[in-house]
């Protein structure tokens, strides 16, 4: 086996920096803004010389529900990461828990109103998947794929 003696020793703070308080006041970002830049911590971003990210404007209530969704999936897969390193954060978790929640609330707001977002959340009578807008559909110039 590889590593067998345990001489393999890797210093994690090289990959991920200890952030410091995980609270609403000091380190971190609310979902879309974390979603915009890619990171929910303030403290991690770094922009590339001076160039910032792209703001999203939705058009339509519907792309602005499936904004904050996508927001929302995005805060809840850093802040799992984040937990895996940092997993007795009760305040990290908090969050993630309420994310969570916040997103299954808006899921199922954004299901009955325009149709399932994936696959397995399709309803009815018959297989009605396919029926449903497909997000590369223009509809005014949406910008989500």
Known sequence: MLFEDNSFDINMSMFMPDVKLFNRDSNIL???????RGNMFKDLYKPYKNLTYFKLNPKTEREKMLYKIMALSFAINDLNLYLDLH???????????????EKRTLSKEYDKVYGPLSVTKTTGSKFNWINSPWPWDDFGGGLYV
Not at 87 to 101: C, M, Q, S, T
């Open 30 to 36: 609310e979902p879309m803004e974390g979603f915009l």
């Open 87 to 101: 997993p007795d954060n009760k305040e990290a978790f908090d969050l993630f828990k309420k994310y969570v929640e």
